[in-house]
């Protein structure tokens, strides 16, 4: 009974992030936290853009809340929205720019794209980076053009754990493209890397007269 409980609060909390994510698309949404309360629903933005989420005086929030009381008859939503304090080393801005960046230049630019974020990823602090564009480009052929810069694990429980990914899917008049980002946080610590103590020797000689 506690099992199907857990399950239906953690479907539901998907529904609601996934139906947030594409009503209000074009804000960059990274993810959406649901919290419960004796007296309510707290949920929480996090965003590239928040002032489209936000609006005049809030007049955004009160749609999304009134929103969210009618399809999922949830009580007292509060909206809390905050924008993504480091949006390059963030696997869902990177994937949602890429996206606007082709629906701007075109699936011609897709090097100068694939480039252009890998840099910024880097240039903020990123450990290792890769951007795949996958889709009919240049011609009419399909491709996987892969964009790499610093380390990544490939396998293992680092990969599972460690990397931050995002898919994100763009359409144009020919065809779909898909683009996939993988990141690689500079705070990340791999399991061979470890760190050596510097023991004063006077220290130790001093533990051992009190002993």
Not at 86 to 115: T, W
Not at 154 to 180: D, N, Y
Request: hydrophobic content about 40%.
């Amino acid at each position: 009974m506690i099992e199907k409980k857990f399950i239906k609060k953690n479907v539901e909390n998907l529904m609601i992030e996934s139906y947030i994510k594409k009503k209000w698309k074009d804000a960059g949404i990274s993810k959406v936290e649901v919290f419960r309360t004796p007296l309510g629903y707290k949920i929480t933005i996090w965003a590239l853009r928040t002032g489209i989420l936000s609006g005049r005086e809030g007049e955004t929030l009160t749609q999304i809340a009134e929103d969210l009381k009618k399809k999922f008859n949830i009580e007292n939503p509060v909206i809390e929205v905050k924008r993504v304090e480091n949006p390059f080393l963030d696997p869902n801005i990177v994937a949602f720019l890429a996206v606007k960046y082709f629906e701007k230049y075109g699936r011609l630019r897709f090097k100068a794209i694939g480039y252009n974020l890998l840099r910024r990823v880097m240039e903020a602090g990123a450990r290792g980076a890769e951007i795949y564009i996958s889709g009919p480009i240049p011609g009419d052929l399909h491709h996987t053009w892969p964009f790499r810069a610093g380390y990544l694990p490939k396998s293992g429980e680092s990969h599972k754990t460690l990397i931050k990914s995002a898919i994100e899917q763009v359409r144009t008049p020919r065809s779909a493209i898909g683009i996939k980002v993988f990141i690689l946080p500079p705070d990340a610590k791999m399991p061979d890397e470890v760190d050596f103590i510097t023991i004063e020797e006077n220290e130790g000689e001093g533990a051992k007269e009190e002993k």
